[in-house]
């Protein structure tokens, strides 16, 4: 029987961000939501991507020549990084003598995904890390993590999911049973402003949240701290009160926003919505944790 295959979009080695110890993140790729401040752009669409660095490109025109669409014959200069009729065919990547040009995202084995992973394990071993499966939304590639997750577990490296919680619950019911410890993103309590901030209803998200609380005793939940967006101490209040009630949420990480990833929305050609947007000074953090502390949270800066 042919092995389950997902859409992987990076796995990043030595990771320090994604769970305990160095670790290995294997990105996923397919979101629901859209967040306004999302630091993986390229991760929301579950197709393949094509990014494009201008500070690469020579203007020789190879990848224009290349591509077999009329719309590209008849323009000048390099390829946009978006096209309409594109079918991500790869010839402009190839012909691109510089490397300007990068897809994103593609069809992962399980077994290329644990070779790649156990590439690390000295890492893992000698710093209490492991693995990180990441995204984009992890539970939307389930039948990937069915497959990936027990062959990881067979290799005796820890697991840490990290997911939106935007799904069906028996899926993160699942996924949670086989991994060792789940990151869990919350972002906004009130519905309303969740729906504009990311584009979905929170209510899935905070009903599953009592579900993972039921099935799993290793939880941490991960809150993005973007001034003006997710920093309002009343919206804080209420996400700490939630998570005071649970029985099994062992840490909250707040992230701060951070601006790294503005240049990868020029690079597919979108607009950063947030390009203005500072990030938070070290006492809109220590603001942002009192409102956890307060409440007896066990919060942590980063994450
Ligand atoms: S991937 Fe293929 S169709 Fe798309 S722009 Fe490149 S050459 Fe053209
Ligand atoms: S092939 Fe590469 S370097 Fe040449 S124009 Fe296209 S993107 Fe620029």
Not at 180 to 207: C, F, M, P
């Amino acid at each position: 029987m042919d092995q389950a295959t997902g859409t992987v979009f990076n796995i990043q080695r030595y990771s320090l961000h994604d769970g305990p110890g160095i670790r290995t993140t294997v990105f996923l790729k397919g979101c629901p939501l859209s967040c306004a401040w999302c630091h993986n752009p390229e991760s929301i669409s579950a197709g393949p991507e094509i990014l494009v660095a201008e500070s690469r490109c020579i203007d020789c025109g190879a990848c224009r020549a290349s591509c077999p669409l009329d719309e590209a014959r008849a323009g000048t200069g390099a390829l946009p990084a978006r096209m309409a009729e594109c079918d991500y065919c790869g010839a402009c990547i190839d012909a691109c003598p510089t490397g300007a040009r990068q897809m994103v995202g593609r069809r992962w084995t399980v077994d290329e995904v644990v070779a790649e992973v156990l590439k690390d394990r000295i890492f893992h071993e000698e710093s209490g890390g492991g693995v990180t499966i990441s995204g984009g939304e992890p539970l939307l590639q389930m039948a990937f993590l069915r497959e990936l997750l027990p062959a990881l577990r067979e290799q005796g490296v820890h697991i840490a999911l990290d997911t939106s919680g935007f799904g069906h619950a028996e899926h993160l019911r699942e996924g949670a049973q086989l991994a060792d410890l789940v990151l869990y993103d919350l972002k906004a309590y009130d519905d309303q402003r969740h729906r504009i901030l990311t584009g979905v209803s929170n209510w899935h998200i905070l009903e599953n949240l009592k579900v993972l609380d039921a099935a799993h005793d290793n939880i941490w939940i991960r809150v993005p701290v973007v001034p003006g967006f997710t920093d309002d101490p009343d919206e804080l209040r209420q996400l700490a009160a939630l998570v005071a009630g649970m029985r099994h949420v062992t840490r909250v990480n707040l992230l701060p926003y951070h601006r790294a990833a503005g240049s990868k929305y020029t690079r597919m050609g979108r607009v950063n919505a947030l390009s203005a947007v500072q990030v938070p000074s070290p006492d809109d953090m220590q603001r942002a944790a009192a409102c956890f502390a307060d409440l007896c949270c066990p919060v942590q800066l980063g994450g």
